[in-house]
């Protein structure tokens, strides 16, 4: 990026829906450099507000539970309805290996050449908490560009998981019949996130079991509280492969949108992210600017050493790095 573009320019030509444009602020937001990323903070607050009516799905599953195939076959089933789709992806293992294996285009061929889709795989350097915080401004200028279906697509396991249901309308979660994975998922908390979970893979001979573990989660989900009054956890059966089950699936997703925004619960989730983000971002803005300075530096390494041997108590030499830059106390 020779020449830095101007904000105003590449927001107007974002909200045209130049995927050139597109691209080229989800590459100043995603970047190491500062400037980048805040040419790319600048550009957002020009896009704001963003269309209405957008949908954001999260899609969770194991490696192997078949996303990539389902998210083809459903992004290309919306982009012939009219729909204009982005798929993204927050994958914490790119994060280590630094190379993404979410919603890679070579794992979505039909809308890889598809000219209503926008396939992007996920960032791949910074913590988690980064990551997110990435995948979510490229959420908001696909939204901006005219993309009104986002998916965001993760691997069904941890944190990932949380931090991508804080960022969209809805969790899907795809599970596989067999290896006791239903129950797993019940263990490991998954299913408290999902709104929707489908039985995949419901195709051939394995469509009696995808759906007797469909029917066996649905007597599970019974005892685990709802997520919401309005709402208990549909188990549909579906497969990517074949296509079958997709309508009923997305049909279930409108459905979704149409209770939550009755009862309110939908603007509250939008609202609370947004809120919630605004913290974060303050949160670690104030990081970046009180301890990034030389004078911070100086003496967290100092602290460091004392507090490494175990001489001082890490809570109040804390406290006694910012008394020393400055800054003042907690109020009373
Ligand atoms: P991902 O790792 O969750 O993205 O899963 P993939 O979409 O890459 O699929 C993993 C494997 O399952 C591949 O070998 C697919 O061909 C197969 N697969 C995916 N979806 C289906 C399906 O609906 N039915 C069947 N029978 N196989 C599927």
Redesign the pocket.
């Known amino acids: 990026m020779a020449n830095s573009p101007d904000p105003e320019e590449l927001a107007a030509a974002i909200r045209t829906g130049r995927r050139a444009a597109l691209s080229r602020a989800i590459t100043l937001a995603e970047s190491t450099r500062a400037d980048h990323r805040a040419l790319a903070a600048s550009v957002l607050d020009r896009l704001a507000p963003l269309p209405q009516g957008t949908i954001r799905i999260g899609i969770s ?1 194991v ?8 998210i083809d076959a459903l992004g290309s089933m919306l982009t012939e309805q009219g729909h204009k789709v982005a798929v993204l992806a927050v994958d914490p293992s790119s994060v280590r290996s630094g190379g993404s294996i979410l919603g890679d285009k070579t ?1 979505m061929h039909r809308l890889a050449s598809d000219a209503n889709a926008f396939v992007r795989p996920s960032p791949s350097s910074g913590t988690l908490g980064g990551v997110a915080a990435k995948t979510r401004e490229t959420m908001l200028l696909c939204e901006a560009a005219g993309f009104d279906v986002v998916i965001v697509e993760t691997m069904g396991v941890g944190q990932a998981e949380v931090a991508v249901a804080g960022m969209v309308d809805l969790v899907v979660l795809l599970m596989i019949a067999g290896g006791g994975d239903e129950l797993q998922g019940i263990k490991k908390g998954i299913l408290e996130i999902a709104d929707i979970v489908a039985l ?2 419901a ?2 001979e ?1 469509r009696p079991r995808a759906e007797r573990a469909a029917s066996e989660l649905r007597s599970a989900l019974n005892i685990l509280s709802p997520p919401s009054p309005d709402w208990r956890v549909p188990v549909l059966t579906v ?4 296509g079958a089950g997709l309508d009923a699936l997305w049909e279930t997703v409108l459905r979704h949108r149409a209770v939550h925004q009755a009862n309110g619960a939908w603007q509250a989730r939008r609202a609370g992210q947004r809120i919630g983000w605004l913290k974060a971002s303050l949160d670690e803005a104030l990081r970046r600017r009180v301890l990034s300075g030389k004078q911070a530096r100086a003496a967290l390494a100092e602290a460091e050493a004392a507090v490494g041997t175990g001489s001082r108590a890490p809570t109040a030499v804390a406290e006694e790095i910012l008394d020393r830059l400055g800054l003042p106390g907690e109020p009373t």
Do not use: H, V
Not at 63 to 70: D, N, Q
């Open positions: 599953g490696p192997g539970a078949g996303k990539s195939t389902l794992r995949n893979k195709d051939g394995d497969s990517g492969a074949t």
